[in-house]
Nanobody, 121 residues
């Protein structure tokens, strides 16, 4: 089992920045790919960004490219999401997810409880 705890959410003005963190409770953090998803009120959860086990491969949703940056520190069992140039439409609950890279069928198995991000116009 892997427990994920998100932090860093809050209220920010449009154009501002926030840095989300996801802390994982596992001794084998480097076995896991990690992603950020978000859920806007009334909508389905959507993919935001992901990083491979060593940070070598990163992917972003089109709507955050150039504004958000995902990074990881395996020595600290932590993944960050730096969010710049925030827009009111980025308001959502942001979730961290992890998946075992050694699984025969990779999927996002573990999820955190989420952290609220609110961007005021």
């Amino acid at each position: 089992q892997v427990q994920l705890v998100e932090s860093g959410g809050g209220l920010v003005q449009a154009g501002g920045s926030l840095r989300l963190s996801c802390a994982a409770s596992t001794r084998t953090f480097s076995n896991y790919g990690v992603a950020w998803f978000r859920q806007i009120l009334g909508k389905e959860r959507e993919f935001v960004a992901s990083t491979s086990w060593n940070g070598g491969i990163k992917e972003y949703a089109d709507f955050v490219k150039g504004r958000f940056t995902i990074s990881r520190d395996n020595s600290q069992n932590t993944v960050h999401l730096q969010m710049n140039s925030l827009k009111p439409e980025d308001t959502a609950v942001y979730y961290c997810a992890a998946g075992d890279r050694y699984s025969a069928r990779f999927r996002w198995t573990y999820w955190g409880q989420g952290t609220q991000v609110t961007v005021a116009s």
